[in-house]
């Protein structure tokens, strides 16, 4: 299930914090009736009754105009961008127009409060990550390689957010490694969903009318727009040397040596042009995306729709194509027109 992304915000000292806690049921965010005590947007993965797992945005207030207090404005409205809902703590606070917001009464009840949070959140259909790719049944075979990139004694988010999906839609998954492909498609197969930086591999040694897809695609057909990503891809043609690409990653992590983000999809991308990339990780999602060419964003795997569709348009308003890894890969692959989409 995603994860809800609420965002509580308003002037310095209006309470934002002791609600913050209240609604985690914890001493999450720092309360005192100094000024401006809460410094940066604090973030804190909550389960609210009625609403389910969320993650709860504390924001600092706006009114220092001095340059740090612009910093922490330019990371407020990221995270208010992030947000699903945003609770005011006084009707008119900041952030994306088309976010819905409530405005927290002082006093009021918190279960009235999360009723109204609830019933102000935006009414999406349940998507699954498959789509209509995979009917009750299906054998649906899973490439997993588990290289130096792979966390040590897990299985990463993507993956197991698929294999949740295809149990309760009453497929058949088999997990394997490349070196046992061979063997997981020999008995009948309806589709192979694999890691995407196996992509060409996994292509050559499965027969070519087996349906193939990714991890990554699924995720950029649940989180961001499959159709924009598609058409963002073809920039990857247009790309002459010189000119600048940004990798996005919606969470920070310590890249490994074999990063898909910062090693290996540059590698790929520098075969065709000598690029200069950029990589922004986690909240430092630039302002001026102008002077991109094509920004290639990460599958986004532990961010909410919201956070990816807002990059999506501002990329779309600053006129830079985007793309995501998956959808980069396989068109940097030339096999682009071969995957499913879901
Ligand atoms: S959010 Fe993006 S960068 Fe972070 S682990 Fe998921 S796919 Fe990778």
Do not use: W
């Not at 009754?49 to 009114?63: H, K, N, R, S, Y």
């Not at 990798?247 to 999809?265: L, Q, Y």
Request: net charge neutral; with cysteine.
């Amino acid at each position: 299930m995603e994860r809800i992304y609420i965002a509580v915000a308003g002037p310095v000292n209006s309470g934002k914090s002791t609600l913050v806690n209240a609604l985690c049921g914890q001493e999450v965010s720092l309360v005192s009736p100094v000024a401006g005590t809460t410094t940066d947007p604090v973030r804190k993965a909550a389960e609210l009754p009625g609403i389910g797992p969320c993650i709860i945005i504390d924001t600092p207030g706006l009114e220092d105009t001095s340059p740090l207090g612009l910093e922490r404005m330019r990371r407020t409205m990221a995270a208010l961008d992030e947000a699903d809902v945003i609770v005011e703590m006084s009707a008119g606070a900041t952030g994306p127009l088309q976010t819905p917001r409530v405005t927290y009464t002082p006093g009021e009840p918190l279960d009235s409060l999360l009723k109204r949070i609830k019933d102000a959140l935006p009414k999406e259909e349940e998507r699954y990550l498959t789509g209509n790719l995979v009917k009750p049944g299906d054998k649906v075979v899973l490439v997993m390689p588990q290289d130096s990139e792979a966390p040590k004694g897990r299985i990463i988010l993507p993956q197991v957010q698929v294999i949740r999906e295809l149990l309760d839609r009453g497929c058949i998954p088999v997990c394997c490694t490349l070196e046992n492909l061979q063997k997981a498609v020999e008995t009948a197969t309806s589709l192979v969903i694999t890691d995407s930086q196996v992509f060409r591999e996994v292509n050559s040694a499965i027969p070519s009318t087996l349906p193939l897809t990714s991890f990554s695609v699924l995720l950029a057909g649940a989180k961001g727009d499959i159709k924009t990503y598609v058409e963002g891809a073809a920039a990857i043609d247009r790309l002459r040397d010189g000119d600048r690409v940004l990798i996005a990653e919606a969470c920070t992590h310590v890249p490994d040596t074999e990063d898909i983000g910062r090693v290996k999809i540059p590698a790929l991308l520098r075969k065709r042009a000598q690029v200069k990339v950029d990589v922004a990780a986690g909240n430092d999602f630039p302002e001026d995306l102008s002077v991109y060419s094509l920004i290639i964003h990460c599958g986004a795997c532990v961010a909410g729709r919201q956070l990816v569709r807002s990059r999506i348009k501002k990329a779309l308003r600053a006129g830079v194509p985007i793309t995501n890894y998956g959808i980069a890969i396989a068109a940097l692959q030339g096999i682009l027109q071969r995957i499913e989409i879901p």
